[in-house]
């Protein structure tokens, strides 16, 4: 592999594409976002269980590319036990690592989240990983939702947690 | 990583060869072709371009290209207005850019040549003249197979006006049944408005045929000329359908330069679409006198160099021999077709025995789009994702698929690229 491909489909990548964690509906959420990417067709559902500031438990269902996929896979990895403010950070951090707007204070930080560091190259699938955290960000903030970054998400708050 | 079949270049070879050697020879001389076409000599991502995305906009001559810059660097002046000697240039060349169009399609007259931006604006342009007049409970029958540029502005008077659409089914390969169209026709249908080739799977459809029926039921026609005008000669007359549109980018013209072809009588009855300059007659502010057509529908300066540019691209393929382009687009074809087929995990959407160079496909456990980023790097230029007919997507299964779309200046080695990139992105992606 070239050695420009193998920056974006690194090894992590893939197995995450090919074998997502978390990969599964969830009965007991407390907000599910659709998420839409109307470029591409890629479609992704984000279930959250909130146990008060605490994200107790995430999951997703969905089809996309192997970026995308494996975007939301490391996500709920990484997402899963932490508090919404964590949270919120954690999107900043990931968006810039995406969006290549600024160099990280501390790159480390993000750990496994690294591998997708080379998408930042590729402008024209920098949306691809970024569905499922701009989700991510409306289910912690529903009530901002809407047509967000060329992304369309809905917000649906099941009514047995209202 | 999975350790797929080795790439057997000697077996893609001897289909290659089996092929070339079955279809007939033609004299076509690619290699002289590709001389006149700048932007394929080029190296991306340090591989020659392979370039394969035809069908979303072809790349141009460079005739065309001395002809914009020429127009503005010697004629550059408004039309039908001044009387001075550049205006006469300018005017000029437009109309004549018009005559050529007439030419082309094997129009009656001129006047039923309206320029325009490009296939979608005609179909717009139609939909809003001749909706116009239709009323709730009216009818308008599409097929499965459109793009969303002959779908959207039916939904759109739709909502403005109640009519409904009905759609025409396609069968698994792809095609249209003509004899089930009738079926859908009704007292209230107003339009039967279909593609001459689709987009996605590059079906010809029977469009003559269909026009005849239509036609019994004293239904007018629209067609989306789109994908055609680059492959094939059409001839508006020998179709007798009633609106014929098209855009100068996918073959070889400008982008922003696009025709709509309507019969005199049609086009008469038709109402403006957008008031302006060079629309009218006589204007008040009581009342204004509309021009005829062509010009009721061009309020505005045109887009005068792409009109030139359309005019020079029409004379460079009626210059070719465009039978020998179109053998040569379907020995590429079948060669694209029996070597996609050995590809693992591959299949192909549209399998038409009627079919203009285009190739949809999806593979087994990986995405268009990473598909098509590993072909890039590739130096393989191909389209990904809906094609912008999300129903036809639908009707398949899928929600995207990558498309490899020919013209008579692509290789057999381009095609064999795509293949080992296919491969390859099989091989590093499951």
């Given at each position: 592999m070239s050695s420009e491909l193998t920056d974006l489909y690194q090894e992590l990548l893939l197995d995450h594409a090919r074998h997502p964690h978390n990969f599964r509906a969830m009965d007991t959420a407390s907000r599910i976002v659709e998420g839409y990417n109307p470029l591409c067709g890629d479609d992704l559902k984000l279930y959250l269980r909130l146990e008060g500031d605490r994200i107790a438990d995430i999951s997703f269902q969905g089809r996309g590319c192997a970026i995308s996929t494996a975007s939301a896979s490391m996500l709920t990895d990484r997402i899963k036990g932490r508090t919404v403010g964590e949270a919120e950070q954690l999107f900043e951090s990931v968006h810039d690592l995406l969006t290549g707007a600024r160099p990280l204070a501390d790159p480390g930080d993000l750990g496994a989240l690294?591998?997708?560091?080379?998408?930042?190259?590729y402008p024209m699938r920098v949306k691809c990983a970024t569905l499922s955290w701009h989700a991510l960000k409306s289910a912690l903030r529903p009530a901002i939702v809407g047509v967000n970054a060329d992304l369309e998400l809905s917000v649906r708050v099941p009514a047995s947690c209202v | 990583m999975s350790h797929p079949r080795p790439i057997d270049r000697d077996a893609m070879r001897a289909i290659e060869e089996q092929i070339l050697a079955s279809s007939p020879q033609t004299d076509w001389d690619v290699q002289a072709v590709r001389r006149d076409f700048p932007a394929l000599h080029q190296r991306v991502n340090g591989a020659p371009l392979a370039y394969l995305d035809n069908a979303a906009t072809s790349q141009k001559p460079q005739v065309v290209i001395d002809a914009v810059s020429r127009y503005y660097r010697r004629d550059n002046a408004n039309v039908r207005r001044g009387v001075h000697v550049l205006a006469e240039r300018a005017t000029a060349a437009y109309e004549g850019a018009r005559e050529k169009v007439r030419h082309f399609l094997n129009a009656r007259s001129v006047r039923e040549i309206v320029f325009l931006r490009g296939t979608t604006e005609a179909i717009n342009l139609v939909a809003n003249g001749l909706g116009s007049r239709w009323m709730s409970g009216d009818e308008i029958v599409l097929t499965r197979m459109e793009h969303h540029a002959n779908i959207v502005p039916w939904q759109l008077l739709r909502e403005r006006c109640g009519v409904r659409l009905r759609v025409l089914p396609i069968t698994p390969a792809g095609e249209l049944e003509p004899e089930r169209i009738a079926g859908l026709f009704s007292e209230r249908t107003r339009l039967l408005a279909l593609t001459h080739v689709s987009n996605v799977l590059g079906t010809v459809n029977p469009v003559a045929e269909m026009v005849q029926v239509a036609h019994r039921h004293g239904i007018p026609v629209l067609v989306d000329g789109a994908q055609a005008v680059p492959h094939m000669v059409v001839d508006v007359q020998a179709l007798d359908c009633d609106f014929y549109c098209f855009s100068g980018h996918k073959m070889f013209a400008p982008t922003g330069i696009g025709v709509l072809y309507g019969k005199e009588a049609l086009l008469e009855a038709l109402p403006p679409y957008q008031g302006g300059?060079?629309?009218?007659?006589r204007v008040s502010f009581e009342k204004t006198d509309f021009a005829d057509p062509p010009y009721r529908f061009e309020a505005g300066t045109p887009h005068i160099a792409g009109a030139v540019g359309l005019g020079v691209a029409i004379d460079y393929l009626e210059g070719l021999d465009r039978k020998a382009a179109a053998d040569h687009e379907r020995r590429l074809l079948h060669v694209a077709t029996a070597q996609l087929r050995e590809v693992p995990g591959l299949r192909i959407l549209g399998e038409a025995p009627n079919k203009v160079g285009v190739v949809s496909f999806v593979m087994e456990d990986v995405h268009a789009h990473d598909l098509g980023t590993v072909l890039d790097h590739k130096g393989v230029a191909v389209r990904t994702g809906h094609h912008c007919a999300m129903p036809l997507m639908a009707f398949y299964g899928v929600p995207a698929t990558t498309r490899a779309s020919l013209a008579f200046y692509n290789t057999p080695q381009e095609i064999d690229r795509l293949v080992e990139g296919l491969h390859y992105a099989r091989e590093i992606l499951t």
């Open positions: 690294e591998a997708l560091a080379g998408v930042s190259k | 300059g060079e629309m009218i007659r």
